[in-house]
């Protein structure tokens, strides 16, 4: 979790989604599900299959 300066900079990045979930220290124990389905929605975006096949679908387009 990023602040300020940081948090523009790391905005500014290519490729990237930003995502608010619920949580307080363990962000990833507290919403789980919700950061899932946020990389999951990311890596279609990104045109990579579910299945795994990341270089296959990127080599096919």
């Known amino acids: ?3 300020g ?4 900079t790391a905005r500014s990045w290519p490729a990237q989604t930003e995502v ?3 949580g ?3 962000v990833q124990e507290d ?4 950061i ?3 990389i999951a929605a990311w ?4 045109g990579h299959a579910p299945d795994g096949s990341i270089g296959r ?5």
Do not use: I, Q, W, Y
């Not at 300066?5 to 523009?8: S, T």
């Not at 679908?57 to 387009?61: G, I, K, S």
């Open 1 to 3: 979790m990023l602040r």
């Open 5 to 8: 300066a940081n948090l523009e």
């Open 20 to 22: 608010t979930v619920k």
């Open 24 to 26: 307080v220290h363990f």
């Open 31 to 34: 919403s789980p599900d919700e």
């Open 36 to 38: 899932g389905r946020a």
């Open 43 to 46: 890596m279609k975006a990104l």
């Open 57 to 61: 679908v990127a080599a096919e387009r």
